[in-house]
Structures are given as structure tokens and as C-alpha cells.
């Protein structure tokens, strides 16, 4: 039997975008946002390997984060009034975490026949 352990290292990832760029002095349209992920994995592995049969069986790991948030400011006209214009803003968060077992295991029927079976 061998025990296998996969890690995936805790990763972040934040985005800042700058404003739309235009010729003119003051873009007509920015988008400003930002964005931020954070992400964990880890799977355990037990592997057997007999005469005639062989398996994995095992357990994976996600817990992962992301969120964002964005606005739709006008420049352009709306400075005329001496503001720019926000037209929409957006913000969001979603969070996964999962743990979902596995399993596979092949029987050697024959030298040249063999049955297997798995599940998730």
C-alpha cells in the first residue's frame, strides 16, 4: 500500500484594473474593479496494488473564495456638470467548499480480461 498526499499550496489572487483609457483628458467610460480570490486544495490517496487487484481510494479537499465588485462611472458630458456620472455598481461573493470521497478498484479476471469498478 503506498499513502500519497497532494497539497495544493493557499493561493491568492487580487486584481486592481485602472481606468479606461481614452485620448482626451478625462475617459468618457471607467470601469474600475477589483477582484479577489483565495483558493486551499488537499487529496489523500491510498493506493493498493496486489496479485490481481488494484485500487485508489481517496479524498479531495477545495475551500475557495471569490469575490469581486465593480463601477460604471461616465466622464465625458457628466463632467459638464462637474461630477462624474456613476451608472451602475456591482458586487458579489461566492464560497465553495467541497470534500467529495472517491474510490476505484480493478480485478484481474483473466490475463487478458479485467473488471473495474468506482464511484465519486
Not at 498526499?5 to 478625462?26: F, K, M, V, W
Request: proline share 7%; hydrophobic share 35%; charged share 20%.
Amino acid at each position: 500500500m503506498t499513502f500519497k498526499s497532494i497539497h495544493g499550496l493557499p493561493r491568492r489572487r487580487d486584481a486592481h484594473a485602472d481606468p479606461t483609457s481614452t485620448p482626451s483628458p478625462e475617459p468618457a467610460l471607467d470601469v474600475p474593479r477589483h477582484y479577489k480570490d483565495d483558493q486551499f486544495t488537499q487529496e489523500f490517496q491510498l493506493l493498493y496494488e496486489g496479485e490481481r487487484i488494484q485500487g485508489v481510494a481517496g479524498l479531495y479537499y477545495l475551500d475557495a473564495t471569490a469575490s469581486g465588485e465593480f463601477d460604471t462611472i461616465v466622464g465625458g458630458y457628466a463632467l459638464f456638470f462637474g461630477f462624474p456620472l456613476t451608472i451602475g455598481s456591482s458586487s458579489g461573493q461566492a464560497v465553495r467548499r467541497a470534500s467529495p470521497r472517491f474510490a476505484d478498484v480493478s480485478f484481474d479476471l483473466t490475463d487478458a480480461w479485467s473488471a473495474s469498478v468506482g464511484g465519486r
